[in-house]
């Protein structure tokens, strides 16, 4: 009898770890965005839109993601929007400790440095705006190469009033393809200068 016993309490506590688990899986927070991406030579690829809420007084955004060969080279992160907002970039790589096992690329100044194919990047974007954003909004984070100013991954953001619980993913990803180059209309190449002012690009904008 007390076998069962202990054996129905492990099943219970189971099922209520995975409904926990599934539950805070489907609660995205206002103030929080994940996007999984990779960096491309023709553009890269984000699965989808970052959806962030309306009236917050800080934001955080996490970008991960994988370089798709032949790319290498370093890489200007861009936040892009009007009216600009105050953040700041943060990168996981190198690690605070490095026990100098393995090679990270550098990162400084926004900018990813000396990264090559299939090696892995984790940005954090703390966006922290003076005035509260009470309106919806699109904004894109771009990076750019270096060498050649062409864009090799724009994630686009939008700020929008959310439902936080929302159990449909259609409502929580809204875009079923992933974002690259290869769904857009072809435009000119995006260019970048260190003197100049980056030129916009309206993919993804509405």
Same mark, same amino acid.
């Given at each position: 009898?007390?076998?069962?016993?202990?054996?129905?309490?492990?099943?219970?506590?189971?099922?209520?770890?995975?409904?926990?688990?599934?539950?805070?899986?489907?609660?995205?927070?206002?103030?929080?965005?994940?996007?999984?991406?990779?960096?491309?030579?023709? /553009? =890269?690829?984000?699965?989808?839109?970052?959806?962030?809420?309306?009236?917050?007084?800080?934001?955080?955004?996490?970008?991960? /993601?994988?370089?798709?060969?032949?790319?290498? =080279?370093?890489?200007?992160?861009?936040?892009?929007?009007?009216?600009?907002?105050?953040?700041?970039?943060? !990168?996981?790589?190198?690690?605070?400790?490095?026990? /100098?096992?393995?090679?990270?690329?550098?990162?400084?100044?926004?900018?990813?440095? *000396?990264?090559?194919?299939?090696?892995?990047?984790?940005?954090?974007?703390?966006?922290?705006?003076?005035?509260?954003?009470?309106?919806?909004?699109?904004?894109?984070?771009?990076?750019?190469?270096?060498?050649? /100013? *062409?864009?090799?991954?724009?994630?686009?953001?939008?700020? *929008?009033?959310?439902? *936080?619980?929302?159990?449909?993913?259609?409502?929580?990803?809204?875009? !079923?393809?992933?974002?690259?180059?290869?769904?857009?209309?072809?435009?000119?190449?995006?260019?970048?200068?260190?003197?100049? !002012?980056?030129?916009?690009?309206?993919?993804?904008?509405?």
């Amino acid at each position: 009898m007390n076998r069962m016993k202990h054996l129905f309490i492990i099943v219970i506590t189971i099922v209520i770890t995975f409904t926990v688990c599934t539950i805070a899986a489907m609660y995205t927070p206002p103030d929080f965005g994940h996007s999984v991406t990779m960096i491309t030579n023709n /553009g =890269g690829i984000s699965r989808h839109p970052v959806l962030l809420g309306l009236n917050e007084a800080e934001y955080v955004l996490f970008a991960s /993601g994988t370089v798709k060969a032949p790319y290498k =080279g370093s890489v200007k992160v861009v936040l892009e929007g009007d009216p600009k907002i105050e953040h700041k970039i943060y !990168s996981r790589y190198p690690p605070s400790l490095n026990l /100098g096992i393995h090679k990270f690329h550098e990162f400084g100044n926004d900018t990813i440095k *000396n990264i090559y194919p299939w090696e892995k990047y984790a940005l954090v974007v703390y966006i922290k705006p003076k005035n509260k954003i009470d309106k919806a909004a699109n904004y894109n984070l771009r990076f750019y190469d270096l060498e050649s /100013g *062409n864009t090799v991954l724009s994630i686009p953001i939008k700020f *929008n009033e959310l439902d *936080n619980f929302n159990i449909s993913k259609k409502d929580r990803r809204p875009y !079923s393809k992933a974002h690259d180059s290869k769904t857009i209309s072809p435009r000119k190449k995006d260019t970048i200068s260190i003197n100049k !002012s980056l030129h916009k690009v309206s993919c993804c904008e509405e």
